[in-house]
DNA sequence: CTGAATCCCTGCCGATACTG
DNA sequence: CAGTATCGGCAGGGATTCAG
């Protein structure tokens, strides 16, 4: 039968997770997904990679991702479990971010995610012409 | 060096597109999400990594999804190099969808995806209610 | 300094109807 | 059968402003 595809690894055979008709969030992918939506996630997840990082921090490392946005994932993040938080009292106030172990186990996922179209020679084809207002 | 984060795979080191400091279309992370985008599109890649599967067959494995963004997300995905179409000429009309070389290699990415959340025990938290004027 | 609140604009997604 | 055309609703994201 021609396609041996992927194999079965250990989470996607019998579980009913993986045979869901439309999308979900039990479905572990979506979950990811979810996690690492949004513009900038991504970028924001590969500074705390680094190590910890204050507020200021990140906003000199992405210079042109705004206040709300990096609040709202920063938000995000820590709802998902990515991030921790950590106030510090005093003043001037300060805020320390750093991934939690789960967030540190996103490195894989990015790196699956990096490997895909770095291993892609081939270029997307340019998109389709109809109408398209830019 | 604090950072060993992931080991250093062929990729990540000097590459430019690692630093980033702003979302771009250049960056591999980019790429890859940018070909999974959208709602539907991993239940449909789910489908061709079983096999060729005609528009039909696709509609009736995705109910729930109209024909409307059916049709947006095989094009986007061929687009993105991700599936094959074929139009077999005769009545009735018939197209058969597969998964390109390029495709078949999302599984591994897929599976990381799966495996991140699939590990995760610890479900994320409730969302923040401030005021939520629902 | 670290965010949250507001406003506006754009793009996505779903439903429906129509064509080759 | 396999799509495209059109429309409306809604959520995402950017700029600006305000608060602890």
Excluded: F
Aim: one cysteine or more; proline letters at 13%; glycine letters at 4%.
């Amino acid at each position: 039968m021609t396609h041996q595809t992927v194999g079965h690894p250990p989470g996607l055979p019998d579980d009913p997770r993986a045979h869901v008709t439309e999308p979900t969030p039990s479905c572990p992918v979506e979950i990811t997904l979810e996690a690492l939506r949004g513009r900038w996630t991504t970028l924001v997840i590969r500074e705390l990679l680094q190590g910890e990082r204050t507020y200021t921090d990140l906003r000199q490392a992405l210079p042109a991702l705004s206040d709300k946005v990096l609040s709202d994932r920063l938000a995000h993040l820590a709802r998902s479990n990515v991030v921790h938080r950590e106030r510090h009292p005093g003043w001037p106030p300060r805020t320390h971010y750093t991934l939690t172990p789960q967030g540190h186990r996103l490195a894989p996922v990015l790196q699956a995610l990096w490997d895909w179209a770095s291993d892609n020679h081939q270029p997307p084809n340019p998109p389709h012409r109809t109408d398209q207002r830019t």
